[in-house]
């Protein structure tokens, strides 16, 4: 089961702000880097963040992260249709010694 | 252009065993650590286990130790994924992933998966 807990749907219209939480432990989140995948439709994930607010190459700013003591957050600014996805947070945990997911957040542009 | 091609996914009796395998390419295979995950299908994402760039360090999900074995052949940029006394509840499409790090990071490179179906 997952550790890490999302709500399970959010929405907004075009050119609105959307934020995705994620609440964890001090395991897990409270200790260690968070991490947001971004996984379109029929699609394997794609790495969106890493260490809590640092984007690769080619992720737009629009999407950012942040991250205090048990929780992150994921915003999205500018909501474009493409957006339409579900988005999973993760992190290491030393308790498991291994990686955690979110229990994901499916993005609705209305 | 990296490139993550996994391979052997099948249907397979509970029991029984099966082996996935993963081969990279586009990148410097051994600088990298690499990884397996899973998604039941309509379902969440499950990190399953992580081999270091050397293979000296492996670590695994509480879900699969003790049944799954993760390897690498850095001389035929490959990564693998031995699965023994499957059950129900692997039934999954297996990802391999690339670490962005030469530890363990993000993932930042994915294949596009191989379904796994345990079922009599």
């Known amino acids: 089961q997952s550790v890490l807990t999302h709500p399970p749907s959010a929405s907004g219209t075009p050119g609105q702000r959307v934020t995705i939480s994620c609440s964890g432990s001090s395991s897990n989140i409270g200790s260690n880097d968070v991490y947001w995948y971004q996984q379109l439709p029929g699609t394997a994930p794609k790495l969106l963040i890493y260490?809590?607010?640092q984007r690769p190459s080619g992720v737009p700013d629009r999407f950012s992260g942040s991250k205090s003591g048990t929780s992150a957050s994921l915003a999205i600014s500018g909501l474009r249709s493409e957006d339409e996805a579900d988005y999973y947070c993760a992190a290491w945990d030393d308790s498991l010694t291994g990686y955690v997911f979110g229990t994901g957040t499916k993005v609705t542009v209305l | 252009e990296v490139q993550l091609v996994e391979s052997g996914g099948a249907v397979v009796q509970p029991g029984g065993s099966l082996r996935l395998s993963c081969a990279g390419s586009?990148?410097?295979?051994?600088?990298?650590?690499m990884h397996w995950v899973r998604q039941v299908p309509g379902k969440g994402l499950e990190w399953v286990s992580l081999?270091?760039?050397?293979?000296?360090?492996?670590y695994y999900a509480n879900s699969v130790k003790g049944r799954f074995t993760i390897s690498r052949d850095n001389g035929k940029n490959s990564l693998y994924l031995q699965m023994s006394s499957l059950r129900t509840e692997d039934t999954a499409l297996y990802y391999c992933?690339?670490?962005?790090?030469?530890?363990?990071?993000?993932?930042?490179?994915w294949g596009q998966g191989t379904l796994v179906t345990v079922s009599s």
């Open positions: 586009g990148f410097s295979f051994d600088d990298y650590t």
């Open positions: 992933a690339k670490d962005r790090l030469f530890g363990w990071d993000s993932f930042d490179s």
């Open positions: 081999i270091t760039w050397d293979g000296s360090v492996t």
């Open positions: 260490r809590n607010n």
